[in-house]
Nanobody
Framework: QVQVVESGGGLVQPGGSLRLSCVVS????????IGWFRQATGKEREPVSC???????YYSDSVKGRFTISRDNAKSTVYLQMNSLKLEDPAVYYC?????????????????????WGQGTQVTVSA
């Protein structure tokens, strides 16, 4: 049984940093595409980033250059390093795992491409 568990959320000031962790059990993260999505209050869930089996990475335009996705296969963990956080970044951040190793083209940004989801971790940015 595949389980996805996020952690690392919290309160940070604008310009600050947080690192989210996503532990996936039940399969090897190095052999699957793992993505991050976020959902702000009153808004649709939106894609943030993805890392595939061949370590290709994808980012939404809103976080490109500020967020970095990485993976530790030995720990079965995917990280999202978030720097230069802005007032528009607060949301519940969800980690999602795909049964497929790679998500070509725009598939990485589509929720239905992912098969397993975590419960989310809250990120708050406030002065």
């Amino acid at each position: 049984q595949v389980q996805v568990v996020e952690s690392g959320g919290g309160l940070v000031q604008p310009g600050g940093s947080l690192r989210l962790s996503c532990v996936v059990s039940g399969f090897r993260v190095g052999q699957h595409a793992i993505g991050w999505f976020r959902q702000a209050t009153g808004k649709e869930r939106e894609p943030v980033s993805c890392i595939t089996d061949d370590v290709s990475t994808y980012y939404s335009d809103s976080v490109k250059g500020r967020f970095t996705i990485s993976r530790d296969n030995a720990k079965s963990t995917v990280y999202l390093q978030m720097n230069s956080l802005k007032l528009e970044d607060p949301a519940v951040y969800y980690c999602a795992a795909a049964a497929l190793p790679n998500l070509w083209g725009s598939r990485w940004s589509t929720q239905k491409s992912y098969d397993y989801w975590g419960q989310g971790t809250q990120v708050t940015v406030s002065a």
